[in-house]
């Protein structure tokens, strides 16, 4: 049976307030159910971002040879061996800001399961032999899945790249080829020894939890080294004014665009609702009744979705929902064109723009704002439908500061006016600095087109209204005035 949301407010309320900022020690975040499945998400406050100069890689190996390597008692496949009677797993996710080791178990398996995860944690064997094999495996990541495999994801991480250059998010979660490649496992060791401290970690524990379990692992965990807690200590991003657009050169039968630049608003911040409900309108991720998807690909069939944010949404491609504790302290304004056949590439590209500059001029209407807030409303409540969410956003309110994550968003839509809304569209979603990530095979000869302002007309297979058709015609010269349009092999990115 499920906690009400009053009842999970109230439990992680006094857990917080019982914790206070950062202590000596490890804190916890607990929601306890009657489910007989007991949910484990074990937040290191250090990710990518914490990799040292020369070393882009370091934090997720470190995550990688706990959760995919042996202790010093334990082989890894003799992990995989006594976990295959629970029926269970141990995993790991990286992010700037945080690391989360996840795993489940029922409460009859607890005992060993957790004596398991905590060898893993706090006594790593740090073998040579997993190092090399999770070393090699995070090289053909981003080698082979992500340069040669997804232009997705490429286009995306490519985007960050440019708007956090020679910043601590700068590089890809997994790092650089060329860092990874001189790796140690000593910097590894160091990279452990330094980051993973007891005030560090937050424990965060959801089911039908026994008698002082949580305690345990208080203490368990207390005997790391001291120190730690959130760090904000990272300066937000320098951007030049004037558009940049990098054209990824690749061979791929499509073209993808990444469209994006830093907004200086988070999760708890005044205007988070109001932007959360702007890029909703304008994207909604998987939505086929958000504006720009109606544009885009409804009324023009130039692809299969078309998508806004203003948080990060990694592996967007495979799932409906954001996976929570990707907590970040600066965040990013973005649109997605999911890639489109190559010769309307710079069509799309001159359509996405001209759509985001009426968004910025006009707003949205008042029954818009209201269909929006509405479906926010409801959508929130599928984020936390597991124990598992409820446990992850939980994480990730107490890192911003806020309630409940449903509570918290359901009360601030609630304050909203349409007015609110676009008063915060044009304070945050105005930019010069605008960068553009486009992954592409003809780079060089979209590249010539964009910068002479070529005319880019579109043809269709079917009749298409005249609004529409009239409406191609502006969008087709659309001028776009970019700073710098420039061509990067794709061997180069994540080098």
Do not use: C
Not at 329 to 357: K, N, S, T
């Amino acid at each position: 049976m499920k906690l009400t949301i009053a009842i999970l407010l109230l439990t992680i309320m006094s857990l917080v307030a019982a914790e206070g900022p950062s202590r000596s020690g490890p804190e916890l975040v607990i929601i306890p159910t009657k489910s007989p499945v007991v949910t484990f998400r074990i937040v290191l406050l250090r990710g990518a971002a914490d990799d040292p100069k020369g070393q882009e890689g370091v934090a997720a190996l470190t995550a990688a040879m706990l959760a995919e390597g042996g202790t010093k008692k334990l082989t890894y496949e003799e992990i995989v061996k006594r976990m295959y009677p629970m029926a269970t797993s141990f995993g790991w996710q990286i992010d700037k800001e945080m690391t989360v080791f996840t795993g489940s178990t029922h409460v009859d398996n607890l005992d060993k399961y957790y004596a398991l995860i905590r060898e893993m944690l706090l006594e790593p064997g740090f073998r040579d032999e997993d190092f090399q094999r999770l070393k090699s495996d995070a090289m053909n990541f981003l080698k082979v899945s992500l340069r040669e495999g997804n232009d997705e994801e490429l286009g995306k991480e490519r985007l960050y790249g440019l708007i956090y250059k020679d910043h601590p998010y700068g590089h890809h979660n997994m790092g650089k080829v060329s860092s990874l490649e001189k790796l140690t496992l000593e910097q590894v060791r160091a990279f452990y020894a330094k980051q993973y401290t007891s005030g560090s970690f937050w424990i965060g524990l959801a089911g039908n939890l026994p008698a002082g379990f949580a305690e345990k692992i208080r203490t368990d965990f207390g005997k790391l080294p001291s120190g730690g807690g959130i760090d904000r200590t990272k300066t937000s991003p320098t951007l030049a004014s004037g558009a940049v657009i990098d054209l990824v050169q690749r061979e791929t039968r499509s073209t993808g665009i990444s469209i994006g630049f830093p907004i200086n608003v988070r999760r708890g911040d005044k205007d988070w609702a109001a932007l959360a409900l702007a890029a909703s309108y304008f994207g909604q991720h998987r939505s086929s009744y958000s504006y720009l998807y109606q544009k885009l690909r409804e009324a023009r069939g130039l692809n299969y979705g078309d998508y806004s944010y203003i948080e990060y949404f990694p592996r967007g491609m495979y799932q409906f929902e954001p996976d929570p504790n990707q907590a970040r302290d600066q965040q990013i304004f973005q649109i997605w064109i999911r890639p489109v056949q190559p010769e309307h590439g710079h069509f799309a590209l001159r359509a996405a723009l001209f759509e985001y500059d009426n968004l910025v001029k006009n707003g949205i209407t008042k029954e818009a704002f209201e269909d929006t807030r509405q479906f926010l409303t409801k959508y929130v409540d599928v984020l936390t439908q597991s124990q598992d969410g409820q446990l992850g956003y939980a994480l990730d309110s107490k890192y911003y500061g806020i309630p409940v994550f449903n509570d918290y968003l359901k009360s601030e839509l609630a304050k909203l006016t349409v007015e609110d809304v676009n008063r915060a569209i044009k304070t945050h979603l105005k930019s010069d600095s605008m960068r553009i990530a486009i992954v592409t095979k003809d780079a060089e000869g979209l590249r010539k087109a964009i910068v002479e302002n070529s005319p880019s007309p579109i043809t269709y297979n079917s009749p298409k209204p005249e609004d529409i058709l009239a409406e191609d015609k502006i969008i087709s010269t659309y001028k776009l005035t970019p700073k710098e349009v420039r061509v990067t092999p794709v061997s180069e990115v994540f080098q």
